[in-house]
């Protein structure tokens, strides 16, 4: 079982920054790959960024490209998401997720990753 827990999440308006978290617990954290997704009211669940086991891959969709960056704390079990230049289309509930490392790097399907988040919900006003 691995446990995962995001923070940071709020209004904010356009222009502006925000920094998500994502606190794992359970087994190994080095094991598993991990990735952010978002779902907007009405919307599907869409890929946002991942990030390999040990860091040196990552992957983003390209409409966050060049303003969200991802990256993790191992010795923390920590993933984090820097949020800038936020768009009012980033609006959304955010999730984290881990998936197994022998699955793949940087994953973006969904449907590969086994733990979730409860999500945490980033606004964002024009």
């Known amino acids: 079982q691995v446990q995962l827990v995001e923070s940071g999440g709020g209004l904010v308006q356009a222009g502006g920054s925000l920094r998500l978290s994502c606190a794992a617990s359970?087994?190994?954290?080095?094991?598993?790959?991990m990735g952010w997704f978002r779902q907007a009211p009405g919307k599907e669940r869409e890929f946002v960024a991942a990030?390999?086991?040990?860091?040196?891959?990552?992957s983003y969709a390209d409409s966050v490209k060049g303003r969200f960056t991802i990256s993790r704390d191992n010795a923390k079990n920590t993933v984090l998401l820097q949020m800038n230049i936020l768009k009012p289309e980033d609006t959304a509930v955010y999730y984290c997720a881990a998936v197994r490392a022998e699955l793949g790097d940087a994953v973006r399907d969904s449907s590969r990753y086994y733990y979730w988040g409860q999500g945490t919900q980033v606004t964002v006003s024009p």
């Open positions: 990030i390999s086991r040990f860091g040196n891959i990552k």
């Open positions: 359970g087994r190994t954290f080095s094991d598993y790959g």
